[in-house]
């Protein structure tokens, strides 16, 4: 009855006094009715209305408590209060909400859920919770949990949207430095959904670290370009850059991958394929990369790169302009004659009385054989007239 009217703050001495016993007689009575010492049953009481007092929330600070429960300071009250407990006395003042983010920040997510479901339980609109309990879900992978916990957070307190957001841009940027890139796209969308004002720095930290290069630097930055096309030039410039510290083949392939966010290499990279292309040996190999350059760069400089490839080859062509509509003599031919011509447009020949329209040559000389009927009368000179288009036409001819 002492003890709990003075709310545990009371002597051993000062019991003994009122009840009219020795310390010494008061302690052997004491401990064989109870099993304790008096000095330490009067340290639980104390404990026990210090911990109401803590639970009912009527006190400003620990220090008041202390003072207030008869400690001489707080850091007796501490020392005391720990080694009763196991904690000292503002770990065990947390709310639960408190605790469970040491054991998330500790990774212990069954302890923290626990902790979280208990608080939701006794106080439903308690928004942090709900947050936190999202957070729980979010580090084991349920996605749809942590969704549902994250709504009613919001739903509770619109304001939480920004939080969540700002969580979920934490996890892809840890995630995006650890390179596991799994999660990030899914966990970066989320945080703009929530806040859209994320959007560019998330596009500039994808842009800091793709530019860092490494083995997943291209996915990075596409995905830094997905959230602000305005990053474009950057990537294009540093691409541009990265092919010309290379050469051949891995050359073209960077290059390549600057043209994906800008065309403004498509001249240098057709250029680059029809080097290739002519330095191929056989027409299968040379086409295969003709056709690639074509995606690349107009008729005409694919046209002079094929001119130069067949000179390398033949040796140097007649070279004759059609750009006046006048017939143009060219050549002198004989039975069994070949000629191998390039020609950007169609254009008109003619031996003796037959005329004839010869097909547009291109990317692939095109070859004429003089047969027994291409033969017929006394002229054995072969003439060039444009058609519609004016035309340069080159052409080799293979005598018999």
Known sequence: ??????????????????????????????????????????????????????????FESIKELAYDTGFYDPA??????????????????????????????????HQAISLLEKEIADNPTNAEAHYQLGICYVDQGNSNRAEEKFSISVHLKPDYRFKI??????????????GKLSSIRSHYDKAINYNPSLRKDIASNLLKKGLQGGKNADVILSQAISYNRKLEKEVTNYYYALSQQTTGGKSLEILKK???????????????????????????????????????TDKKTLFHATVQYYTDRLGHPKKIELNTGEWVEAETV?????????????FKTRKGGAVRLWKAAILEKNLFLFTDSDMIGNDISLWFSKNYKNTTVYFWTEKI
Do not use: W
């Not at 600057?258 to 040379?286: C, F, H, P, T």
């Not at 039975?335 to 169609?346: A, P, R, T, V, W």
């Open 1 to 58: 009855m002492l003890v709990d009217e003075s709310f545990g703050n009371i002597s051993v001495r000062s019991v003994c006094e009122k009840v009219g016993k020795s310390e010494r007689q008061f302690n052997r009575k004491f401990n064989e009715i109870v099993g304790i010492p008096p000095l330490q049953y009067i340290k639980i009481r104390q404990l026990h209305f210090i911990i109401n007092r803590i639970h009912r929330n009527h």
């Open 76 to 109: 007796h009250f501490n020392h005391s209060f720990k080694k009763l407990t196991g904690m000292s006395p503002g770990a065990f003042i947390k709310s639960d909400v408190d605790k469970a983010k040491e054991f998330i920040q500790a990774g212990m997510y």
């Open 165 to 178: 957001g700002r969580a979920y841009k934490k996890m892809a940027d840890v995630a995006l430095n650890r």
């Open 258 to 296: 600057a043209n994906n966010y800008s065309r403004k290499y498509d001249s240098e990279i057709g250029n680059k394929l029809l080097e290739i292309a002519n330095r191929q040996e056989s027409e299968s190999s040379r086409k295969k990369y003709i056709e690639e350059a074509s995606n690349y």
């Open 334 to 346: 004989e039975y069994g004659d070949k000629i191998h011509y390039l020609s950007m447009y169609n």
